[in-house]
């Protein structure tokens, strides 16, 4: 085993290595996306089908080659079909005048009929009261002409009028859509407006009429110098076509956010959901590495990763200078994860005496803990973007995030000044306080941004389990304060393992590299016991064929139940847990 564990892991790392660009770090490749694809293609029809039809023609192909066989579509092409990327998928093909009666059937079967009524009960009760992807949806399907005769009156209205408030009242105001999805809200909201206005007795009417000759200009000054919204084709691409089809074709973001969709799409006619994930998956790669390993893109990297730190408020969600986005396009926002994995990719990238010698360094890992310590909730938990927006899944504390801002608060604790060592101490009885209140019965926890749409509810727990334990098992101080949660935790994923020692998303799921990878670590550093790991790591060293093969799997969530997956996901997870693996084996074979 210690000779097959050892290829295993070198020809992963090889394999890891292979994947930088050109500039040393890491792009990665996110999956394509029906979804995507659907809404690009009806927002280049609406702004000007003759003009972009080699982008519509082509997309379009795409989307009819990936239907799948029961008729509707999922959001990647390895994803089961579901209600929203059906209703965008058919919609979009409608517009075009391509008939699909095999999704149709799809959609009837799920909704009862075609009627408008039932399909926007469907979409409503898929999202429940966060109107960010239902809202949306139902505006596509209205603009497509598959939402009947009157369709406006099925789309909610938004409070669009709500953006000209001070950007500090949101959290208070409790918007209906999350934190980043502002230019949807005022776009999606201005043509409902215009399609379906309240009566001309009714305030609003008078109000939202004045409110967007103020509200209008935002758009363009939360658009990023790419053009693309959150780097995002379905944001992107529904603020264009609400532009588009309520008639305001002119709007000065157009151009840039059309140039952005032309730029986006892949050469097969798809799009996927992002343009790239690179911030967040260099940070995870350079942290799968060894430590010891000295590869020749660690000053090259920790340069790249220092000049994507954020100096300056934030425009979209007025966050503070600090932190650090997924991507180092202009288009990403600071968030929890990414700050908390940048500040230990930094650590991990730094030799102890240059970090001593490092202003730069040392004053962006400050501004960087700093950052992730104002974001700490009431409850004690740390949400993604902003504090305080509580009212909606997407904008709430979740534990992997808390646990994650926690190890970057305690790697570099020792480093920082006495005051902010201080201040981390405080905000770390107060995580672990709800970590614990947030924990289930059976010891799991359910993460935010991942799942598994395999499972009930679509939540992922051996996921989300697994990351709050290697985050809080990767210092040693850190894990003892927070042992009896560990325990907790590791008794869950004792009793998801399956027989041959893999993991799903529960014990039910089938298995997958990811969701293997990331247990597997978790075993490992929670002192699980030696039969346990050895089960999972023989699983994962023949499903990988020995460090050669890295199919991955649908588990990444975006926006609200929107699926992808990641090129980079389950190599990285694979060695970093066969590195675990190696290292607490090799502490057995010592301790005997």
């Avoid at 215009?194 to 001309?200: D, L, T």
């Avoid at 959150?230 to 532009?243: K, N, Y």
Wanted: net charge neutral.
């Amino acid at each position: 085993m210690p000779a097959e564990l050892d290829r295993a892991i070198a020809r992963t790392q090889t394999h890891l290595l292979s994947l930088r660009n050109g500039q040393g770090h890491w792009e990665g490749e996110l999956s394509s996306s029906a979804l995507s694809t659907a809404t690009a293609i009806v927002a280049l029809t609406l702004v000007d089908a003759a003009k972009h039809v080699d982008f519509i023609e082509k997309g379009a192909a795409w989307l009819r080659q990936h239907q799948n066989a029961d008729g509707g579509w999922g959001d990647t092409t390895i994803s089961k079909s579901n209600l929203s990327t059906t209703l965008l998928g058919w919609s979009a093909l409608h517009l075009l005048g391509v008939s699909s009666p095999a999704a149709e059937n799809w959609i009837i079967a799920r909704t009862g009929s075609l009627e408008p009524a039932a399909i926007a009960k469907a979409v409503i009760a898929r999202y429940g009261k966060d109107k960010t992807f239902s809202v949306p949806i139902l505006m596509l399907c209205s603009l497509c002409g598959t939402l009947g005769e009157k369709p406006w009156r099925h789309v909610i209205a938004l409070p669009f009028e709500l953006a000209a408030l001070p950007r500090t009242w949101f959290g208070a105001i409790g918007l209906p859509v999350v934190s980043y999805a502002l230019p949807a809200l005022i776009a999606i909201g201005h043509i409902r407006f215009r399609k379906a206005p309240p009566a001309w007795w009714n305030p609003l009417r008078w109000l939202r009429a004045l409110a967007w000759r103020r509200v209008r200009p935002m758009l363009q000054t939360l658009q990023p110098s790419s053009g693309g919204y959150l780097e995002a084709t379905p944001l992107t691409s529904f603020v264009t076509m609400a532009l588009a089809g309520a008639g305001d074709l002119d709007h000065p973001c157009l151009p840039l956010a059309v140039e952005f969709l032309h730029r986006s799409m892949r050469r097969d006619g798809a799009w996927p959901i992002d343009t790239n994930l690179a911030t967040w998956g260099t940070t995870l790669a350079v942290r799968a590495l060894e430590e010891s390993a000295d590869t020749p893109v660690r000053r090259v990297v920790s340069d790249w990763l220092l000049s994507q730190q954020y100096r300056e408020v934030h425009p979209f969600t007025n966050a503070a200078p600090g932190g650090w986005a997924w991507t180092d396009l202009p288009g990403g926002v600071p968030d929890a994860d990414d700050t908390s994995s940048a500040l230990i990719a930094l650590h991990r990238l730094s030799a102890p005496t240059f970090r001593n010698a490092s202003f730069d360094i040392r004053h962006s890992a400050s501004a960087g803990i700093q950052w992730l310590l104002d974001l700490q909730n009431r409850d004690g938990g740390i949400p993604t973007f902003c504090r305080g927006w509580g009212a909606l899944p997407f904008d709430r504390s979740t534990p992997e995030i808390t646990a994650h801002a926690l190890l970057a608060c305690w790697t570099w604790k020792a480093e920082l000044p006495a005051d902010l060592q201080k201040s981390i101490e405080t905000a770390t009885r107060r995580a672990l306080a709800y970590l614990k209140k947030n924990q289930a019965p059976d010891g799991s926890w359910f993460p935010l941004w991942f799942g598994n749409e395999h499972t009930p509810n679509e939540t992922n727990p051996v996921y989300g389990t697994a990351q709050v334990l290697n985050h809080l098992g990767s210092h040693f101080d850190l894990a003892a304060s927070a042992a009896d949660l560990i325990q907790a935790g590791l008794y869950f994923l004792g009793r998801a393992q399956k027989p041959d020692g893999s993991f799903g998303g529960d014990s039910l799921s089938s298995p997958s590299l990811e969701e293997t990878a990331v247990a597997l670590h978790a075993l490992c550093l929670s002192g699980a016991s030696r039969s346990a790991i050895h089960l999972s790591l023989d699983w994962l060293i023949q499903a990988t064929q020995h460090g050669t093969h890295f199919p991955s799997a649908p588990i990444g969530l975006y926006f609200a139940r929107l699926w992808y997956h990641e090129r980079l996901y389950p190599v990285i997870w694979t060695l970093q847990a066969l590195q675990s693996a190696r290292q607490q084996l090799s502490e057995d074979e010592r301790s005997v």
